[in-house]
């Protein structure tokens, strides 16, 4: 029983590849709720250490992805004239830390309007230079648009954090449509930079496997589907995780251009599974890094996955 699912803040391409896909996955490291306030507390996934007297400088948007919907890439701190505003430019390493920010409408204004989208009014991301230490969050507001995100402990090195929103109410023009807008900030310290893994068919995460088909190519509309296992029997227990049996965050390796993908399947109860259909646009070609979360007797789960997209 499946129904396009509308993917509010999916990738449209610029251009359109010319070379076939081959897909590709990975699995590293698992999630779950972890930290008060958190959807995922994957701080610190660690790949292959090695190292470095730091992370990449804010330089990694030099080769920005190509133009996609009203989201963008997620690149920039402004578009449309919305920004996303903060004083903080490092946070502490090794502990739990807020990061305090704001967006600001085309009349520079704190937004106050937001509207719900999966069930929030805001999703926030934070993901380091090397698409390591995953985090999803849903920030809270005080009266005045100040934000607040509870983040996990972060590993020393250059974080990007993007802010997913709808303007509402009278914040102008912009009302209706969908952006993604992010600041980098420094972790200080020796970072260990970690290699993107290998390429493989499946992924496991708390002893499910995770299996998944498809060819998507950059700049087209493709299918996606993910099959979850457990213990060599299908799983067909998953539970509604913001309004849908699936959450798929992506970032491109190299600039951490930012797509966001939901499953087609209708959600009916909790009864979802094996198959889940994904509704798949990729801005350009190279190495996607994506988090795949879902919800089981009441526990999130975090799949790491490397996506190569021809």
Same mark, same amino acid.
């Given at each position: 029983?499946?129904?396009?699912?509308?993917?509010?803040? %999916?990738?449209?391409?610029?251009?359109?590849?010319?070379?076939?896909? $081959?897909?590709?996955? +990975?699995?590293?490291? #698992?999630?779950?709720?972890?930290?008060?306030? @958190?959807?995922?507390?994957?701080? /610190?996934?660690?790949?292959?250490?090695?190292?470095?007297?730091?992370?990449?400088?804010? /330089?990694?948007?030099?080769?920005?992805?190509?133009?996609?919907?009203?989201?963008?890439?997620?690149?920039? +701190? *402004?578009?449309?004239?919305?920004?996303?505003?903060?004083?903080? =430019?490092?946070?502490?390493?090794?502990?739990?830390?807020?990061?305090?920010?704001?967006?600001?409408? !085309?009349?520079?204004?704190?937004?106050?309007?937001?509207?719900?989208?999966?069930?929030? %009014?805001?999703?926030?991301? *934070?993901? %380091?230079?090397?698409?390591?230490?995953?985090? @999803?969050?849903?920030?809270?507001?005080? +009266?005045?648009?100040?934000?607040?995100?509870?983040?996990? #402990?972060?590993?020393?090195?250059?974080? %990007?954090?993007?802010?997913?929103?709808?303007?509402?109410?009278?914040?102008?023009?912009?009302?209706?449509?969908?952006?993604?807008?992010?600041?980098?900030?420094? &972790?200080? /310290?020796?970072?260990?930079?970690?290699?993107?893994?290998?390429?493989?068919?499946?992924? $496991?995460?708390?002893?499910?496997?995770?299996?998944?088909?498809? +060819?998507?190519?950059?700049?087209?509309?493709?299918?996606?589907? *993910?099959?979850? $296992?457990?213990?060599?029997?299908?799983?067909?227990?998953?539970?509604?995780?913001?309004?849908?049996?699936?959450?798929?965050?992506?970032?491109?390796?190299?600039?951490?251009?930012?797509?966001?993908?939901? !499953?087609?399947?209708? &959600?009916?109860?909790? @009864?979802?599974? !094996?198959?889940?259909?994904? @509704?798949?646009?990729?801005?350009?070609?190279?190495?996607?890094?994506?988090?795949?979360?879902?919800? =089981?007797?009441?526990?999130?789960? =975090?799949?790491?996955?490397?996506?190569?997209?021809?």
């Amino acid at each position: 029983m499946s129904q396009r699912f509308r993917t509010p803040r %999916r990738a449209l391409a610029a251009a359109a590849a010319t070379a076939a896909l $081959t897909l590709t996955l +990975a699995a590293c490291g #698992s999630g779950s709720d972890s930290g008060k306030g @958190h959807d995922s507390g994957m701080a /610190g996934m660690d790949h292959s250490a090695s190292p470095s007297p730091s992370g990449s400088s804010d /330089g990694m948007a030099a080769m920005p992805g190509m133009g996609t919907a009203s989201t963008g890439n997620g690149l920039a +701190a *402004a578009k449309d004239g919305y920004k996303m505003t903060s004083t903080a =430019t490092t946070l502490p390493a090794g502990r739990a830390a807020d990061y305090r920010f704001a967006i600001t409408g !085309p009349d520079g204004r704190q937004v106050t309007g937001f509207a719900v989208d999966q069930t929030k %009014r805001m999703h926030f991301y *934070a993901i %380091r230079s090397d698409l390591s230490g995953f985090q @999803h969050l849903h920030p809270t507001m005080a +009266a005045d648009g100040t934000w607040t995100a509870p983040l996990a #402990s972060l590993q020393p090195g250059t974080w %990007r954090l993007y802010a997913s929103f709808t303007p509402d109410g009278d914040a102008g023009k912009g009302k209706g449509k969908d952006f993604v807008l992010s600041r980098t900030v420094k &972790v200080p /310290g020796m970072a260990m930079t970690s290699s993107l893994p290998k390429a493989s068919g499946t992924a $496991t995460v708390d002893g499910y496997t995770l299996t998944v088909k498809g +060819a998507p190519m950059a700049g087209m509309a493709h299918q996606l589907t *993910a099959t979850v $296992t457990k213990d060599g029997k299908p799983v067909t227990d998953l539970q509604p995780y913001l309004d849908t049996y699936a959450h798929l965050t992506a970032f491109h390796q190299g600039d951490q251009a930012f797509a966001h993908l939901h !499953p087609e399947t209708k &959600v009916d109860g909790d @009864h979802g599974g !094996p198959s889940l259909t994904f @509704h798949a646009e990729f801005a350009r070609s190279g190495n996607w890094r994506l988090f795949l979360q879902f919800q =089981t007797a009441g526990k999130l789960h =975090t799949a790491a996955l490397t996506l190569r997209v021809g």
